[in-house]
């Protein structure tokens, strides 16, 4: 496909929900106005991709997005997949932590990642006497210093102590990020947690100060009937004024030779001319795509640091197993040692995801700091998440189904000095009029955050898009 020149032209490069998110925004704000969007894979999504295996429904990226963020289900009613929304299966709405061989439950009265009732925290055995006591101070304890930033390890070990860190807060961080809560910034991840200190000099306090005045109602998490692709379906089907390239591969973003606008050059040699860009691309593929344009901006991209991961989902017969799937499954704490990061119980938390008197389950590997374990073959992930299943689920069962996804560099981590770092993007692209970033690696990393970054970023190239415009 060959493209000619023209100023009026936006290009996304990145076809994830963001990219699509971009594309679709673009055309609303400007309608009948050329958009172009280029993938380097051969399909549409991103890390979203939903498999149909022997009547099984297998989500090989995420399983579900955050309901309390209005992008999420803002988007789902505007492409009409309302109706498809479903929620989690009440009747299992529990969730253990595997320390060592044994499962315990996350207490009752869990808000985000911290307890807020200290006899269910005391009843789920998770923490010991000692971890209990030192627990129960937090609201008696004073605030910390109003300036600076610190990581999620030495915030939660400062408020709660360094066994509830470990066993309870860490494994449930680890489920979002697949990093290491040394490392990672507690004002770009939890910035609530330090405002909650600060305003009610406890953080139990506010939570509980906030819970009585009343949580928004409805389930925390959506998924949809036909599994997440479905939203990317329904974007790529509302797209009337895009022209979506996929298999095609960016190479290399410049300032367009007459001074005004972009060009684009692709793999295989052909340039893309365009006024407007949207790089919806991971933060290492922003970088290197930028770097002849603006060294400092592809600097700063190419610092961001990433996780690689790797999901693994098993099938089995229902009678095999040793317990029954009474929840949506377990979280692994980075002291037991282990690759594993979690385990869902994808069966038990989703309705329509199995055929009758069957188990489907998913088992996360690969943290932040640790081991690429994409670079197992299959066999040896298999053989991972087997071990973990035979000693928590199913003994010597072997499963009926065997589906592996590898995620390299697949998750962006909000290390200390993120934010110092996104006011340097920030400051480096308002140099560049028409030209935005989009992606889970600014912030949020959940569906509904990529899918806000996407419009935002399809705003501001239109905004200096058309200020470029008016001054020429």
């Known amino acids: 496909m060959a493209f000619g020149t023209d100023l009026s032209r936006v290009v996304v490069v990145g076809g994830g929900i963001a990219g699509l998110a971009a594309a679709l925004r673009l055309e609303r704000l400007n309608p009948g106005a050329e958009v172009v969007l280029v993938e380097s894979r051969p399909r549409l999504g991103g890390t979203i991709l939903t498999e149909e295996v022997s009547g099984f429904l297998v989500e090989g990226g995420p399983d579900s997005f955050l309901a309390r963020k209005p992008r999420g289900i803002g988007l789902c009613k505007e492409l009409g997949l309302t109706c498809d929304l479903i929620e989690r299966v009440a009747r299992n709405c529990r969730t253990y932590v595997r320390?060592?061989?044994?499962?315990?439950?996350?207490?009752?009265?869990l808000?985000?990642?911290?307890p807020t009732r200290l006899d269910a925290l005391a009843s789920s055995g998770?923490?010991?006497?000692e971890g209990l006591a030192r627990f129960a101070c937090e609201s008696e304890l004073p605030a910390g210093p109003e300036a600076g930033d610190e990581s999620i390890a030495a915030f939660v070990t400062r408020r709660l102590g360094r066994e509830a860190y470990e066993r309870l807060v860490e494994p449930l961080m680890s489920g979002i990020y697949a990093g290491d809560g040394e490392q990672l910034s507690l004002a770009a991840t939890f910035p609530n947690l330090r405002q909650l200190e600060r305003e009610y000099g406890s953080v139990t306090r506010g939570l509980l100060a906030g819970s009585s005045e009343g949580a928004a109602a409805g389930p925390p998490?959506?998924?949809?009937?036909?599994?997440?692709r479905d939203l990317v379906a329904g974007l790529a089907e509302r797209l009337v004024d895009t022209t979506v390239v996929t298999g095609r591969t960016v190479a290399s973003v410049r300032r367009a030779a007459h001074g005004h606008g972009y060009e684009l050059e692709l793999a295989d040699g052909e340039t893309l001319s365009a006024?407007?860009?949207?790089?919806?691309?991971?933060?290492?593929?922003?970088?290197?795509?930028?770097a002849s344009l603006d060294p400092s901006l592809s600097d700063a991209h190419a610092e961001i640091p990433y996780a690689s991961t790797a999901i693994v989902t098993l099938a089995y017969p229902a009678a095999v197993l040793s317990r029954p799937l009474d929840g949506y499954g377990y979280v692994v704490?980075?002291?037991e040692d282990s690759d594993v990061l979690a385990c869902t119980w994808t069966s038990s938390k989703w309705p329509g995801r199995a055929p009758e008197a069957h188990a489907l389950v998913r088992v996360y590997l690969g943290r932040y700091g640790r081991r690429d374990v994409t670079a197992d073959s299959d066999e040896e992930l298999v053989a991972s998440a087997r071990g973990e299943i035979a000693a928590t689920l199913a003994p010597s069962a072997k499963p009926v189904v065997a589906r592996v996804h590898r995620w390299p560099r697949g998750m962006p981590q909000y290390v200390m000095g993120s934010l110092e770092r996104l006011a340097v993007i920030e400051r480096r692209l308002a140099e560049h009029p028409g030209l935005a970033v989009a992606g889970a690696a600014y912030r949020g990393v959940g569906i509904p955050d990529c899918i806000a970054s996407g419009e935002q970023a399809a705003e501001k190239v239109l905004a200096g898009q058309h200020a470029l415009e008016r001054a020429s």
């Open 99 to 109: 320390l060592g061989s044994e499962l315990r439950p996350l207490p009752a009265g």
């Open 111 to 114: 808000t985000g990642m911290i």
């Open 126 to 129: 998770i923490l010991s006497p």
């Open 221 to 228: 998490f959506l998924s949809l009937r036909g599994g997440m």
């Open 275 to 290: 006024g407007a860009v949207v790089l919806a691309t991971p933060a290492y593929v922003t970088g290197a795509l930028v």
């Open 333 to 335: 704490p980075r002291i």
